[in-house]
C-alpha cells in the first residue's frame, strides 16, 4: 500500500529553526510536495522537490533523499504566523497526490 | 474573481438529499480535482479531469459523481447524502495535464454536515 508519515504536531519557539520530516512509500514517485495550511483555510503550496537535495526559498526549505524515502521541511527564524498545519504530497506512478495527516507546527513566544 | 472559488461557504444536510458542491476557476487551468479532508487523515481524492470532457475517479469515488462541460467549473454531486460524507471539500485545479510537478491550487473549502 501507499503510505505517508509525518509527526502529528511539533512545537517550536519564535525565532528558533524547526525541522518537519516526511517518509513515504508509493507506488512510483513523480515528486515530492510540500503545502502549509492554516486553520479553516485552504492548503497552500509551498515547495516541490522531485531530484534529491535541498531546495531554498527564503526563510523555508525542502530536502529530498528519493534513496530512503524521506523529505523535511525546514522552517527557520520562525513567526508566530508560521503556526499551522505542514502537509507533505508525494506524486505516484499515476500522477495522483498522496498526502500525509499534516504534521500541526505550534509556535510558542 | 481570481482563483478558485467555491459554493457553498458551508451547508447542513439532512441525509438522502441530493448535494451538488460547486466550483469555479477562473485561471484557464486544465486538470481539476476534488478532496475531502477529514481529522487525522490526510486529504483523499475523490474525483479528478485532466481536462474539459474528461473525468476519472479517484481513492473514495463512491457516493460522488462530478461533470466538467468546460473548462472553468467542475461540480461534484452527493447523489444520496449520508453521515459518512461529513467533511470539508476542496476543489483544486492544475495548469498542467496533471503530469510530473504539476502544482495544485486550492480553493477555499465548503464544510458538509449531513445529519
Known amino acids: 500500500g501507499q503510505n505517508i508519515d509525518q509527526p502529528t504536531e511539533m512545537t517550536a519557539t519564535e525565532g528558533a529553526i524547526v525541522q518537519i520530516n516526511c517518509t513515504y512509500q508509493?507506488?512510483?514517485?513523480?515528486?515530492l510536495f510540500w503545502y502549509q495550511q492554516h486553520a479553516g483555510e485552504a492548503p497552500t503550496f509551498l515547495s516541490y522537490?522531485?531530484l534529491d537535495g535541498l531546495e531554498e526559498k527564503g526563510r523555508f526549505s525542502s530536502f529530498l533523499s528519493r534513496s530512503k524515502g524521506y523529505s523535511y521541511l525546514l522552517l527557520k527564524e520562525l513567526q508566530m504566523k508560521d503556526s499551522a498545519s505542514y502537509l507533505c504530497?508525494?506524486?505516484?506512478?499515476?500522477?495522483?497526490?498522496?498526502w500525509g495527516a499534516g504534521t500541526k507546527l505550534i509556535i510558542k513566544p | 474573481i481570481a482563483g478558485i472559488t467555491q459554493a457553498p461557504t458551508s451547508q447542513i444536510l439532512a441525509a438522502g438529499r441530493r448535494m451538488t458542491l460547486r466550483c469555479t476557476q477562473d485561471?484557464?487551468?486544465?486538470?481539476m480535482y476534488w478532496y475531502r479532508q477529514d481529522l487525522g487523515l490526510g486529504l483523499r481524492l475523490i474525483h479528478y479531469?485532466?481536462?474539459?470532457?474528461?473525468?476519472g475517479k479517484g481513492e473514495v469515488p463512491d457516493g460522488y459523481s462530478v461533470s466538467r462541460a468546460n473548462t472553468d467549473d467542475f461540480p461534484l454531486t452527493l447523489a444520496s447524502a449520508v453521515p459518512s460524507q461529513t467533511s470539508v471539500y476542496f476543489c483544486?485545479?492544475?495548469?498542467?495535464?496533471?503530469?510530473?510537478?504539476?502544482?495544485?491550487?486550492f480553493g477555499p473549502g465548503t464544510r458538509l454536515t449531513v445529519l
Open positions: 483544486a485545479s492544475s495548469d498542467g495535464a496533471g503530469g510530473p510537478g504539476d502544482t495544485q491550487y
Open positions: 508509493t507506488s512510483g514517485f513523480n515528486g
Open positions: 504530497a508525494v506524486m505516484d506512478s499515476n500522477y495522483q497526490l498522496i
Open positions: 479531469s485532466n481536462t474539459a470532457g474528461t473525468t
Open positions: 522537490n522531485v
Open positions: 485561471m484557464r487551468h486544465n486538470a
